[in-house]
């Protein structure tokens, strides 16, 4: 049963790390190689949240602001420039990742840095004692999933997002304002991801560099995805599963690897990869 | 029965030159449309028929000339500026959101939901079928569904001015005859103009009042609709 909830919650964990930079890659056909950095971010948001001697939840709210005005900055100053140019645009989110992750560095210093614990603990479910925590980050992602399918489904932003998805073209052609759109779904995307970066703290250490780990999987995962957060869910939980699997029964170096090898297969049988889902 | 023969202009192009690239597409065009005015664009393919519907929506980029709507220059103006403004387009190419319900596609036309009932009934009245499949998505629809679905998008908010690209392709007569009646409704009932691109030489002499031929990005011959207009447009557009 531990196997199961490890499963179940690893998946979780790489949904909510993904997920911003699906929001940025779905609508806006860009590879944000700065995910990584604003991950970062995030957890530093945790830092300065036990350092003022704030409440940790509010690190939630603070990261979420901080990547997204970053993330407005961002899209303003380096990516709008860089829509007709996909591959500039990965080398200079990557450069940008760069340069936050030495600004961060300048801040803080190399040393890891900690945080206080969100939910320490242990909670008894199906049978078997587990992380508390781990239990929640599977609710935040069923928040995150659900929150996502109601903001393109549920309203006109989503609406105008899906529109653009399908062709932009004609969306600017129908009056949408496809600029501000695009800001919008970047800020959403980076301030997502800075506040999935505060909800890594209790399972990873925050170094300047920790985003760096997590950047891979998340790319491999949103490109078998598509721009589809039902095909990223079914992703996480196939890939995740077999991550936790060969962790577990093989080899955890192997499991490091596994999700971006199986990754790579998928999109040499399909480039779509799962984006059907 | 509305008549736009004394109107002032509700469209004006002075000089008009744009394109793709180093490509010059409309090459100094110079035309004027009356309010309430049905205006039919006819000309071979390649011609520069789409392109200027383009320029006039902001889509393409105007290289030189002046492009005015009630005399205000309009060059320069962001689609998004023009739409809100009161111009409706139904373009040509890929002109519908496949994969999005009828309702999407018609909700994608107006600013915000506070309009879309008002907006829908407008619509319904001119293409009844809507009302009852607005779930549908608009990638399963007939042909001719299709393009009664791009009309009504484009007449949603009642646009003052409305820009038409060749909306009768491949269409069956019924398709035309209520395309056409939706159009004639829409100006006697709001005075609208409309500028037609068209190849489909009776729907374009049937509901228009005036007409011009484009032949190579430049007008060819233009004149009222009336006795002889069928053959002389018919001359301009012989291979």
Known sequence: MTLLLDIVTTAAILFIVSAGLLAIFGVLKIVNFAHGAWLTVGAYCAVVAGGLGLNPWLALPLAFAAGAVLGGVTERLIVRPLYARPLDAILATWGLGIVIGQLVTLWFGRDVQFTESLLPGTIHVLGTTYSLYRIFALGAAVVIGLGFAFLLEGTRLGLSARAIIMNEALARALGLDTARIRLVTFMIGTGLTALAGVLLTPLTSVDPTMGVAWLIGSFMLVMVAGSSFGALAVACLLFGGAQVLVSTFISPILGGITVAVLCALVLRISSKGFARV | ?239
């Open chain 2, 1 to 239: 029965m509305f008549d736009s023969s004394a109107a002032e202009a509700k469209l004006e192009l002075d000089g008009v030159t744009s394109g793709y690239g180093p490509v010059a597409i409309v090459r100094d065009l110079s035309l004027s449309i009356r309010r309430g005015e049905i205006f039919a664009l006819m000309g071979k393919n390649g011609m520069g028929k789409t392109t200027l519907l383009k320029t006039i929506l902001g889509l393409v980029a105007a290289r030189g000339g002046d492009i005015r709507m009630d005399g205000a220059s309009i060059v320069g103006a962001s689609p998004k500026a023009l739409v809100s403004s009161g111009v409706g387009y139904a373009p040509q190419e890929q002109p519908l959101f496949q994969d999005l319900s009828i309702r999407d596609n018609l909700r994608l036309a107006v600013h915000s939901d506070r309009e879309l009932g008002a907006a829908l009934e407008r619509v319904f009245g001119h293409f009844p079928f809507l009302r009852d499949r607005l779930a549908q998505k608009a990638g399963t629809l007939s042909g001719g569904e299709q393009k009664m679905l791009i009309m009504a998008r484009a007449l949603m908010l009642g646009p003052d001015l409305l820009l038409i690209d060749e909306i009768s392709e491949g269409l069956q007569p019924t398709v035309i005859a209520r395309i056409a009646d939706a159009l004639r409704a829409e100006r006697e009932a709001n005075g609208t103009t409309i500028l037609l691109v068209e190849q489909n030489l009776n729907f374009a002499l049937d509901v228009a009042d005036r007409w011009a031929v484009l032949k190579l990005g430049e007008i060819d011959d233009s004149g009222e609709v009336g006795a002889g207009s069928r053959e002389r447009v018919l001359e301009h557009l012989k291979i």
